[in-house]
């Protein structure tokens, strides 16, 4: 194993167009970069990102010099870290400081054992080579709440495509439905903006929403029945990301213009599952409303006859964080039943790892996901068939910063074919 030779942080633009901060790393002939994403709608017990004018100089000023000439081990290398920044949420060098190295180390340490990435992660995710499928495409094709400025009830509306298997399919598929989804939102509201994960935001709001399901009634006009010649072999689902703590406040969740208790929160989804082909239904209450997410999950079981699980996935993002704390107390309160991993919310690679384990180890299925603000940077497609994951959420097929992760998956599809 080759020590570390060079560190180095510079600023680059996010899918938003806002500053962030991008790491090289070398040693010997070899070297990798890492860049970080970063989330408009948060958990509040994500870890902290600092102003990427700070990150940068805790890179440059304080991290760099210390691991120069320490050995590419990222586990090595994210304790030194952990013990450096000497915070829990990372507030002191900075979450997203900490994490681009941690990425750059693990690339590098790929690249110096002749690895594919997904590959290098798979072994130290102590995951058979053997175990080998792809993830599930969770597609944001409609951006609503921080997404898309509040102009739809949830904040993601997505189509779930693949079975497991295979790649090429699910994304020609989502290539047509996606087109043909905009053809129909222009053809009835004119000009349709996009959101921030580079799906339909259309302002349907103004025009007089008929209510929560209409979002639902839309995605219907796509006809995801049974499969087609042009949509190949696999008829999608849907999933949604409702980012409930956006619209909690003073004890209710406050839908177009109405109040909800949780109670009757829980009703309403329980009526759109039973209506549309829903398979997920993620952030679904207040992140602190564990004693919801627990009823829902109880209610949801074996309730959806079309899912692709057999059961309603409720997922946890605001809730867990990607925290191994947090998603031991979801696994002991039984409050959901799929996670959402993001490394930009714990910070470092292997407490990622060690989220995923303790994720997998309680029966949870795994969702990897990118962030609103997102990089060229396609390391979650590694890490989602690198931990098996049981999905992926990559956004829209539009944006170049989406695209990038898909077509990483297509490329590992290609690599595990040799």
């Known amino acids: 194993m080759k020590t570390i030779q060079k560190c180095s942080a510079y600023k680059i633009k996010n899918s938003r167009g806002e500053e962030t901060i991008e790491v090289e790393m070398s040693a010997g002939d070899f070297s990798a970069t890492a860049s970080v994403p970063s989330g408009k709608s948060r958990g509040s017990k994500e870890a902290v990102a600092l102003p990427a004018n700070e990150a940068i100089k805790n890179v440059n000023e304080i991290i760099a010099p210390k691991i120069i000439g320490k050995e590419t081990d990222v586990f090595e290398i994210d304790k030194f870290l952990?013990?450096?920044?000497g915070t829990e949420n990372k507030s002191?060098?900075?979450a997203n400081a900490v994490l681009?190295?941690?990425i750059a180390t693990l690339k590098l340490s790929a690249k110096l054992a002749g690895e594919p990435l997904w590959q290098h992660i798979q072994s130290l995710s102590s995951r058979s080579t053997q175990s080998r499928n792809f993830p599930h495409l969770f597609a944001n094709v409609l951006n609503g709440g921080a997404h898309g400025e509040f102009n739809l009830p949830f904040q993601e509306y997505m189509l779930v495509l693949g079975n497991g298997s295979s790649v090429v399919e699910p994304f020609k598929q989502l290539q047509v439905l996606f087109e043909k989804l905009g053809e129909i939102l222009r053809e009835k509201y004119?000009?349709?903006?996009?959101?921030?994960?580079?799906g339909y935001s259309?302002?349907?709001?103004?025009?007089g929403i008929k209510g929560i399901e209409e979002p639902f009634e839309i995605l219907n006009h796509l006809g995801l029945g049974a499969p087609s010649k042009s949509l190949g072999a696999w008829s999608p689902k849907w999933a949604v990301d409702a980012a409930a703590s956006g619209f909690y406040k003073n004890a209710y969740y406050e839908i177009l213009d109405q109040k909800y208790s949780s109670d009757e929160l829980l009703e309403i989804y329980k009526n759109l599952v039973r209506k549309f082909p829903i398979t997920g239904l993620e952030d679904p209450f207040a992140e602190n409303d564990f004693e919801a997410f627990t009823s829902l999950t109880k209610k949801m079981k074996n309730l959806?006859?079309?899912?692709?699980?057999?059961?309603?996935?409720?997922?946890g993002d605001d809730l867990t964080t990607t925290n191994s704390k947090m998603i031991k107390k979801a696994v002991l309160e039984k409050s959901i039943n799929a996670v959402i991993i993001k490394p930009n919310q714990i910070g470092t690679v292997s407490e990622t790892l060690e989220a995923v384990k303790i994720a997998r180890e309680a029966g949870l299925?795994?969702?990897?996901?990118?962030?609103?603000g997102e990089t060229m940077d396609s390391f979650i497609a590694d890490l989602a068939v690198g931990v098996g994951a049981y999905g992926i959420k990559a956004g829209a097929p539009s944006q170049p910063e989406r695209t990038a992760k898909y077509e990483r998956l297509l490329e590992i599809e290609k690599e595990m074919k040799k």
């Open 82 to 85: 952990l013990e450096l920044d």
């Open 92 to 94: 002191n060098l900075g």
């Open 100 to 102: 681009g190295v941690s």
């Open 190 to 198: 004119d000009a349709v903006p996009m959101g921030d994960e580079g």
């Open 202 to 207: 259309p302002k349907i709001a103004g025009a």
């Open 304 to 315: 959806g006859t079309r899912c692709l699980s057999g059961e309603v996935l409720v997922v």
């Open 365 to 372: 299925k795994i969702i990897v996901s990118h962030r609103s």
